[in-house]
Nanobody
């Protein structure tokens, strides 16, 4: 069984920082792409940032210059450093891991349990 365990959420004031972590477990599991999504009540789950196993990154426009995604392939862990947080960043943040399973390379998607990030004004 593949599991993603998140940590690092909390309550901060505007302009503060948080660092989210997400560790993937499971034998023979090596994520190709890991990332972070966020969701608020009544809204769809939106992509925040992704990173490939080779280190290529992608960010939503709303977080560029403020958030940094990174990963440790040996630990199978992805991080999200969030700086200069704004009230608009308040959401439940979900960790994601994607893997293309051989031999047909079918996409397998796994999700963390979600961690609450609240930014007060």
């Amino acid at each position: 069984q593949v599991q993603l365990v998140e940590s690092g959420g909390g309550l901060v004031q505007t302009g503060g920082s948080l660092r989210l972590s997400c560790a993937a477990s499971g034998r023979s599991f090596s994520p190709d792409v890991m990332g972070w999504y966020r969701q608020t009540p009544g809204k769809q789950r939106d992509l925040v940032a992704t990173i490939t196993s080779a280190g290529s990154t992608r960010y939503a426009d709303s977080v560029k210059g403020r958030f940094t995604i990174s990963r440790d392939n040996t630990k199978k862990t992805v991080y999200l450093q969030m700086n200069n947080l704004k009230p608009e960043d308040t959401a439940v943040y979900y960790c994601n891991a994607d893997h293309y399973s051989p031999p047909a390379f079918n996409l397998e998607r796994y999700w963390g349990q979600g961690t609450q990030v609240t930014v007060s004004s």
